[in-house]
């Protein structure tokens, strides 16, 4: 179900495509590859494939499209957004069909992320025209100082495969309504919806040029791109190993970047947490997409006083998770595919052992012989060491490990290298804020997962996470620089 309570379109939708987007046209390629439904390891279509020379001519549209984006009114850039935002919204069935066959998760989880995409476009048109520098003072009447934001020029956009219709709009969104313009590369797994909401932003009036897309296989394509001496900026968002590549071809033409990598989200739940509420969440953080979100909730932590009780609740509530593919609309799909499935299962039986038991879960499902099915898994640890506490899984694997105060859940919440999210569980408000102020991490919810009801909440990521403040309030500052005016009045 939708989160108004309409049940979307189910109708299969097409994997063909033209991948790549130049100068306000969609260009035929002679190579192509498939789009592969997740559930089912079948093909149910065809995009054509860019070349690593149409980087160069994405590139070169972009540039010749720079000067006058960055003139248009930032009011008229916000008005194109918030247009975009509304076809959106119109077009929402049609898209979360796109994206949840694409990767394999629910239809509604599908519509849930094209709304949130939606909210993005709409939240950035209002900020769109009121991105302001400041004046600063002087030393005597005679002089004027200040500073104005400037967009970058030409940013290129790299993105993954797990929620691209949020992901999308949190990066160019900001980057278009700075004046901006764009080559965007979403990954060769998924990227159907990415080609869809381009369309619709070419319909809510984008100039040509100004928004490009490359999609193609391999790694060829992405690291020319991000290694193009034509390039303003970079925004890359995936792993930590491909992050540093991206961070080598930057320096070496010494390209401004903002990275947003992997995570290793713990859920801490202290003696006093309501466990009807905490339960629920914590098992949605790390079923939800099947596991495969940065900011998956990958590690509960739990007091002692309360452990057992948490973990029976957390087993049998993750035995009870539906399974099916994508318009069945259960509550986990299949991972995005037998890469991801091979991966994943992988960590898991390797994990097992002395400090590592198996309390649910590890193979595939019954009754899902076929496609890239997990069931939802879940490993006891009492050895704090064990790799898999460190490791970024991007399955629906969740590793339970038990503190004994408030100290030891902070050494243990902050005993990864990464710091994307933390969850805190406690009627206690003292003890929240002291552990949010100490917790090694970009965000940090308390009895929640996540930042559900706030409006303008920044992405943000500490540690090997990466650097940013991605969308929000703050979004147009990461693809803007600031520009300092000193001004000696004569007369």
Not at 238 to 254: I, P
Not at 276 to 299: H, K, L
Not at 319 to 333: C, F, K, P, T
Request: glycine share 12%.
């Amino acid at each position: 179900m939708s989160i108004d309570g309409k049940t979307p379109a189910t109708a299969a939708p097409s994997g063909d495509h033209l991948g790549t987007f130049i100068g306000g046209s969609w260009l035929e390629r002679e190579s192509s590859f498939d789009s592969v439904d997740p559930a089912t390891g079948e093909a149910f279509g065809q995009i054509s494939a860019s070349e690593v020379a149409d980087v160069d001519r994405a590139v070169a549209a972009a540039r010749a499209a720079a000067r006058d984006w960055a003139r248009t009114s930032p009011s008229e850039r916000g008005a194109i957004l918030g247009r975009w935002a509304g076809l959106v919204f119109q077009n929402q069935d049609r898209l979360a069909a796109l994206e949840a066959r694409d990767v394999g998760k629910p239809l509604s989880g599908g519509l849930l992320n094209v709304q949130i995409a939606g909210s993005i476009l709409q939240f950035t048109a209002g900020a769109a025209d009121k991105l302001t520098g400041a004046t600063l003072p002087t030393r005597s009447p005679d002089y004027f100082g200040f500073t104005r934001r400037e967009p970058h020029g030409v940013c290129a956009i790299v993105l993954p495969w797990n929620v691209p219709a949020v992901l999308g709009a949190a990066n160019l969104a900001p980057a278009l309504a700075a004046g901006n313009t764009v080559v965007l590369k979403p990954s060769e797994v998924a990227p159907l919806v990415i080609h869809a909401l381009v369309e619709l932003g070419e319909e809510a009036g984008l100039p040509p040029g100004v928004l490009n897309v490359l999609t193609g296989v391999g790694a060829e394509l992405g690291a020319t791109l991000v290694g193009h001496p034509g390039v303003d900026h970079i925004s890359f968002v995936g792993s930590v190993a491909t992050g540093r590549l991206v961070m080598q071809a930057a320096a070496q033409n010494l390209t401004p970047l903002k990275v947003e990598l992997g995570g290793k989200s713990p859920n801490l739940v202290f003696a006093d947490a309501d466990l009807d509420v905490a339960v629920p969440a914590i098992v949605r953080s790390i079923t939800e997409n099947a596991g495969q979100n940065c900011n998956a909730g990958s590690r509960l932590l739990v007091h002692a006083d309360v452990a057992d009780d948490v973990r029976s609740r957390v087993v049998a509530a993750m035995a009870e998770v539906r399974i099916g593919a994508w318009h069945e609309d259960l509550d986990m799909g299949p991972l995005v595919n037998a890469v991801q499935h091979a991966r994943v299962s992988g960590l898991v039986s390797s994990a097992l052992g002395d400090g590592v038991e198996l309390l649910l879960g590890g193979g595939r499902p019954s009754g899902h012989a076929d496609g890239s099915f997990l069931a939802p898994t879940v490993l006891s640890v009492t050895d704090r060491t064990a790799p898999i506490v460190g490791q970024e899984i991007f399955g629906p694997v969740l590793t339970v490990e038990t503190f004994t105060d408030d100290a030891d859940a902070l050494a243990l919440a902050n005993g990864t290298d990464f710091g994307l999210l933390a969850c805190i569980w406690t009627g206690d408000v003292s003890r929240a804020l002291r552990m949010a102020g100490e917790i090694g991490a970009g965000q940090v919810s308390v009895n929640q997962f996540s930042d559900a009801g706030v409006i303008g909440m920044p992405f943000n990521m500490a540690k090997q996470s990466g650097f940013s403040s991605g969308n929000g309030y703050r979004g147009m500052y990461e693809f803007t620089r600031e520009k300092a005016v000193a001004v000696k009045l004569l007369g």
